[in-house]
């Protein structure tokens, strides 16, 4: 009879566990790049009863959580209509970094949330002020070192090895664009433009490794990518940027009330085991009388 009140107890403990992980599902139905969390149980050791027979004889010792995964299949776009909001079409992570902290990964993290805005000074950066990385562009030149131009005369800009955080020079251009590519390009009064960065991504191995950070922010971990955070562009990860479009949280609330009650219903199950065993602890006390 003990045995099945403790049985109870860490089945109400692993059910008040996933009610927490779903009420944090649904307090972020609408936060931009959130991926939902999911939880899965395992029984515990089970208690040899004899030895005897041709099949053992076993009694459940209850359950506990054998994982609490984030999902990461993708959330649905919506349309913002501001050119500096950007949805990654597929898989992969934006890279900010924090300017003042430069320790663990060099001050980066990784997010989906493209909700990005660029400062007085020109740098694209996100809501927590962290600049959003990317790969300088220079002139292509030839064998002699002299600057290769297109038929239109203009040069042609190639993809460097820099990574830096990205920014648009004040003054210099009158507005930029950011196109499928991740290219973030400026255009001048004259109309002329030019290839200043392509946004540096991440895309780790294993996604569901990632430490969830705040702020819609993942840090890299030895779990997600032995190699840490390895940078390419937006076309050497075979994947796309939308701009003027934010991904939004993938949680679906039908999937989520759900699972409360499911939870809720199991919670309440364990609870009436917990009553039972000590009615029938109470009917052996009582056999003295």
Same mark, same amino acid.
């Given at each position: 009879m003990l045995r099945s009140m403790y049985a109870g107890v860490s089945g109400m403990k692993g059910f008040q566990t996933k009610l927490d992980v779903i009420g944090n599902n649904i307090s972020n139905v609408n936060t931009i790049g959130y991926k939902k969390n999911t939880i899965n149980f395992q029984d515990l050791l089970s208690q040899n009863m004899s030895g005897g027979g041709a099949n053992p004889m076993q009694v459940g010792l209850g359950s506990s959580t054998a994982s609490i995964n984030v999902n990461h299949n993708p959330g649905s776009s919506m349309t913002t209509g501001v050119g500096t909001d950007l949805a990654m079409m597929g898989s992969g992570f934006f890279? *900010?970094? %924090?300017?003042?902290?430069?320790?663990?990964?060099? !001050?980066?993290?990784?997010?989906?949330?493209?909700?990005?805005? *660029?400062? %007085?000074?020109?740098?694209?950066?996100?809501?927590? !002020?962290?600049n959003v990385m990317g790969f300088q562009y220079a002139d292509q030149l030839d064998g002699a070192g002299n600057v290769v131009n297109d038929a239109n005369g203009n040069p042609v800009r190639v993809q460097t090895n820099i990574t830096s955080p990205i920014n648009i020079p004040a003054g210099t251009y009158d507005s930029f664009s950011i196109n499928r590519a991740g290219e973030v390009i400026g255009k001048e009064a004259d109309g002329t433009e030019t290839i200043l960065f392509g946004l540096a991504i991440s895309n780790p191995q294993n996604p569901t490794g990632l430490n969830k950070f705040g702020g819609s922010l993942y840090e890299m971990t030895g779990m997600a990518s032995p190699d840490g955070i390895n940078l390419q562009s937006v076309t050497a990860a075979n994947t796309s940027v939308a701009s003027g479009m934010l991904e939004m949280s993938n949680v679906d609330l039908t999937e989520e009330f759900t699972e409360m009650i499911i939870a809720q219903r199991g919670f309440q199950a364990n609870s009436r085991t917990i009553t039972t065993s000590d009615e029938i602890l109470q009917e052996v006390v009582n056999l003295k009388r």
């Open positions: 890279v *900010v970094q %924090n300017p003042d902290d430069v320790g663990t990964n060099n !001050g980066q993290y990784l997010t989906r949330a493209g909700n990005f805005t *660029v400062t %007085n000074e020109g740098n694209l950066v996100d809501p927590q !002020g962290y």
